[in-house]
C-alpha cells in the first residue's frame, strides 16, 4: 500500500537517527515509528547507495521514489548478483533490474518492466524474478484476446436525443438495446466497435430502434448532413471483466515426482477480486475428483502449495475462481513414485548454514532460523552437522554482506567437519514477501548442484511455518533419493535414470547386496530379511535424459549384477 495517508493527516518530514544521509529533495520520511528512504551507511551516490535506498522506498511503497532510486543504481550498475562487490571485499545483493521491474508494474507500466525482469533472470534467476514474468505473460496473455479501443474523435454536439428505454443482457455476453433517437430525418444510428469498425443500425421511421451491441460495442448518432463526421457517444456496453490469470510454474508437465507430497510454486490474479484454487484430479480409471481447494483473497496471490498425491500417473487440474463466477484452468500431468527408503547411515552428511540475509533487507531472526532448521531437519533429507560445530565457520558468517557465503567458503567449512555437501540459505524478508533461496555446494569441489527457492507474497506470507516448510519440501523435490537399476556396457557403467527422473551430476550412489536372506523354496517369499551392505560406491560424472554414468570401477562389482540394489545417498 502506497503510504500516502502521512500527507492527509500532516505527518512531519524527518530523518531516523543512525541512519545514512541523503541528498538533497529525498529525504527520509518516518511513518508509525518506521523510516523510508534511508540506507545503512552515510550516502555518497554510490551504486549500492541508491539500490539500497530504493528498496527502503519500495518497502514502503514510494515507488516514483523507488523507481528513481533504482534508475540511477542501473545507469552504475547494469547486471544483477547474489553477491556483488562494491568496495574492497564488501558484497550486497544486487536486484536492480528485478526490483526496477517490481515498482514499475506496480505503477501499471507493465510493458516497461519486461526486459528489466528478463535482464535479471539472465543474470540472475530468482524465483521472485520468475513469479513477476509469471504476471506479466498472464496479463499479456489475457489482453491479447481483447480488442483494442477505437480511436475516436472527439464527441461533437448534435441536435439529437436518444432515449434507451430497455437495456437487457443477450447472449454471449452482447446486450440488447431498445429506444427512440429524437432528431430529424438526416441523423443514422451507428454501432461502433472497439477494433474502430462501425455498422449501420436500423432506424424506424418514428426513430425507434432495437439492436444487439457486442461487449466493447458503443452507440453513436451520426449527423449525415454534416459529413457524418461528428459523434455523439450515448451508451456503451460495459466490457465484462478481465478474465483470471492462473500460473503453475512448478512442477513442469510430465514431471517425475518422488514421495508423498508435491511441491507447487503458483501465482494467481484476477480484476473482479480472488476467491479460491481448486485442484482436481483423475488417476487411470478412476474419474476426476476435486482433491484439494485453497480460500484466496485479494487481487493477486502467489506462493507454493503441498498435495498429497498416490504413486501413479495423475492428471491435475487447477481451477481458479473469481468473485464474479469467472474461472481458468489450467492442467499438468505427472508421474508420482513411491518415496526410496534408505537407512540412516546412508544419507550423506550436510552442513547447515544459519540463513544469511543481504544487508539492504531486513535481518533474519531467530525465530526464522529455528523454523528453517526445523523444516530441513524434520524433512530427513540428509543428516545434518550441527553448524556451531565450527568457529572459524561462525567468525566468516560475521562477515557475510550480501547474504550469500562465498561457495568455496562453504566447501571448505564442510570439509573440515567432514560433511558431503553444504547447505546455505539466503532469506528476504519484506514487509509483506518471504523469499528463499537455497543452495547444496558439493564440499570437495566447490561445486553447487542443486538450488531450490521459494516465494511467497500477501497472505502466505504471514505464516513462516508453511513457507520454510515448503522451502524443504522443493528442496527435497528437486534433490530426491532415487533407486536405479544398474547396466552394464563395455567398460562404464550406468544407472537406468536421468535428469527427467532428479538424477544430477555429483550425486553419489550406493552399489548394495543384501546377504543372509531366508526365502521359501516353493514360493520365493522372503521369510527373513537379510543385512544390506555396501558392495562400492560412485558419483554421477554425466547426466543424459533418461540414464547416467557413475564413477565406478566395473572390476569392484561381482559378476551377476541383478541381486544388486543401487540408491542415492
Known amino acids: 500500500m502506497r503510504w500516502c495517508l502521512w500527507a492527509a493527516l500532516g ?45 527502503s522506498w519500495a518497502s514502503g511503497g514510494f515507488w516514483a521514489e523507488a523507481e528513481a532510486d533504482f534508475r540511477a543504481a542501473r545507469r552504475l550498475r547494469q547486471s544483477d548478483s547474489r553477491r556483488a562487490r562494491t568496495y574492497s571485499m564488501r558484497f550486497v545483493q544486487c536486484f536492480v533490474n528485478r526490483e526496477l521491474a517490481w515498482v514499475l508494474i506496480q505503477q501499471g507500466h507493465r510493458d ?13 534467476p530468482s524465483a521472485k524474478a520468475v513469479y513477476l514474468l509469471e504476471q506479466l505473460d498472464g496479463a499479456e496473455a489475457v489482453a ?55 455498422r449501420l443500425l436500423e432506424l424506424a ?46 512442477p513442469a508437465d510430465g514431471a517425475v515426482l518422488y514421495g508423498e507430497q508435491i511441491w507447487l510454486r503458483y501465482s494467481a490474479r484476477a480484476a473482479a477480486g480472488l476467491t479460491r484454487l481448486r485442484v482436481l484430479d483423475a488417476q487411470g480409471e478412476v474419474a476426476s475428483r476435486e482433491i484439494a481447494q485453497r480460500d484466496l483473497a485479494g487481487i493477486e496471490q502467489g506462493g507454493t502449495w503441498s498435495l498429497a498425491l498416490a504413486p501413479g500417473q495423475h492428471h491435475l487440474r487447477f481451477v481458479l475462481e473469481d468473485s464474479a463466477g469467472t474461472s481458468v484452468e489450467l492442467s499438468r500431468s505427472v508421474d508420482v513414485r513411491a518415496p526410496v527408503a534408505t537407512q540412516r547411515a546412508w544419507r550423506a552428511p550436510a552442513l547447515l548454514v544459519p540463513l544469511q540475509a543481504p544487508r539492504d533487507g531486513l535481518p533474519v531472526t531467530e525465530e526464522d532460523d529455528a523454523r528453517y532448521a526445523a523444516a530441513l531437519l524434520s524433512d530427513g533429507r ?5 553448524q556451531r560445530a565450527d568457529d572459524v565457520l561462525t567468525r566468516e558468517l560475521a562477515l557475510v554482506d550480501a547474504g550469500h557465503l562465498d561457495r568455496l567458503t562453504a566447501a571448505e567449512a564442510g570439509r573440515r567437519l567432514e560433511a558431503r555437501y553444504v547447505l546455505a540459505g539466503t532469506m528476504r524478508r519484506g514487509h509483506h514477501e518471504l523469499e528463499c533461496y537455497l543452495r547444496l555446494i558439493h564440499a570437495d569441489s566447490g561445486k553447487v548442484v542443486a538450488t531450490a527457492d521459494a516465494y511467497a507474497a500477501g497472505p502466505e506470507a504471514a505464516v513462516p511455518e508453511q513457507f520454510f516448510a515448503a522451502t524443504a519440501g522443493r528442496l527435497r523435490q528437486v534433490f530426491p533419493v532415487l533407486q536405479a537399476q544398474l547396466l552394464r556396457d563395455s567398460s562404464l557403467t550406468h544407472i537406468d535414470l536421468g535428469e527427467r527422473d532428479g538424477v544430477h551430476k555429483r550425486m553419489l550412489f550406493h552399489v548394495i547386496r543384501t546377504e543372509g536372506e531366508l526365502r521359501d523354496k516353493a514360493t520365493g517369499e522372503v521369510l527373513l530379511a537379510g543385512e544390506k ?25 561381482p559378476a551377476e549384477t541383478a541381486e544388486l540394489e543401487v540408491v542415492s545417498e
Do not use: K
Not at 527520509?28 to 530504493?54: A, C, L, N
Not at 558419483?539 to 569392484?556: C, G, K, Q, T
Open 11 to 55: 505527518a512531519a518530514l524527518v530523518v531516523a537517527p543512525g541512519c545514512g544521509t541523503t541528498r538533497a529533495g529525498s529525504e527520509p520520511i518516518v511513518i508509525d515509528g518506521q523510516s523510508f528512504g534511508v540506507t545503512t551507511v552515510p550516502f555518497r551516490g554510490r551504486w549500492w547507495h541508491y539500490y539500497e535506498r530504493g528498496v
Open 112 to 124: 516497461e518492466a519486461r526486459p528489466y525482469l528478463m535482464a535479471s533472470l539472465d543474470a540472475e
Open 144 to 198: 491479447d484476446q481483447l480488442p483494442l479501443a477505437p480511436d475516436l474523435p472527439e464527441p461533437a454536439p448534435l441536435a439529437a436525443e436518444v432515449v434507451v428505454t430497455e437495456a437487457a443482457p443477450a447472449a454471449n455476453e452482447a446486450l440488447a438495446v431498445q429506444g427512440r433517437v429524437l432528431a430529424d430525418a438526416s441523423a443514422q444510428l451507428w454501432a461502433l466497435a472497439a477494433d474502430g469498425s462501425v
Open 205 to 250: 421511421a418514428d426513430g425507434a430502434f432495437a439492436a444487439e451491441l457486442a461487449a466493447g460495442e458503443r452507440l453513436a448518432v451520426a449527423d449525415t448532413a454534416a459529413g457524418a463526421a461528428e459523434t455523439s457517444l450515448v451508451t456503451s456496453v460495459s466490457e465484462p471483466p478481465a478474465a483470471p490469470e492462473l500460473t503453475v510454474a512448478d
Open 382 to 386: 540428509f543428516r545434518y552437522i550441527d
Open 533 to 557: 551392505r555396501i558392495v562400492t560406491s560412485g558419483e554421477v560424472v554425466a547426466v543424459e535424459a533418461h540414464r547416467s554414468e557413475l564413477a565406478i570401477d566395473p572390476e569392484a562389482l
